[in-house]
């Protein structure tokens, strides 16, 4: 007789499934993105995966019947969203192609830890004193991969900080967002946003957009298809298992990450990198489980 798993056990199973899932296609996106690079513009690359992004959305509003606008897209909180979106994508991006993905990627991963500060400052939330070491120690980690005032200190590992601090606050913008705000509007205007991303960078860099080639266009396609199967992934994992149980498998894009810059781009990791990646992965499931207690 095959025993039976209890039913929160499968949920959580299911859901760190799925997260796991959500990671690794987030890390292939990456890749992509810095694939696509080498041949079109940044700006141009984030129009396009912005639009296709958003068409896929409008596309499963339409299906579900939904709107594709309702007033609470006008909120104060959706408009500090999208500034957020802009910021978080358009520097994550340069950075991505601009410094190793390894690296860009283990920096994107303090997101939580600045959540979770940026909770306590602006809704009021209670953080013990735990959980703020826990919080400059994984920020430490992330001074420990950008070595300022070393050699090895590159000034474009802060346009990762920057993105990184951008995702930080639209995911803070998101839970004051109106509850009548499905995911899938979020999704839209999330792609929105990278659209306008897009083209106020290739405004200010002047540059013409290109004609891709065939691997280049495979490469964009593959990005949205990525994109929007890791967000479904990721609101599938949320809403199947308990967050505690979840959440940590978002550490998982880490290893994707290094995984794909080793393999495909030929990238060296560096003890440092080691080190401060071990850092902010502590200090993040530290969180967790402090916020696990303290329920």
Known sequence: MIPTI???RRANLIGSIWMIASMGLFAIEDALLKAASTTLPVGQILVIFGLGGATVFACVLRVNKAPLFIPEILS????IRVVFEITGRLF???AITLIPLSAATVI?????????AGAALVFGEKVGWRRWFAIIVGL??????IQPGTDSFSA???????GMIGFAGRDLASRAAPAALSTSILGLYGFLAIVAAGGFFSVWRGLPFLTPNMWTSMYLLGVVLAGTSAYSCLMKAMRTGEVSAVTP??????LFGITLGVVLFNEQLSSTM???SGLIVFSGLFILWRGKVAA
């Open 92 to 94: 994550y991006v340069l």
């Open 274 to 276: 080691m080190v401060g």
């Open 76 to 79: 104060l909180p959706m408009r």
């Open 140 to 145: 430490i980690g992330v001074v420990v991969i």
């Open 249 to 254: 498998f978002r550490y998982t894009r880490l």
């Open 156 to 162: 474009l590992s802060i346009l990762a900080v920057i």
């Open 108 to 116: 994107l991963q303090a997101t939580p830890l600045v959540v979770v």
């Open 6 to 8: 209890p039913t929160d």
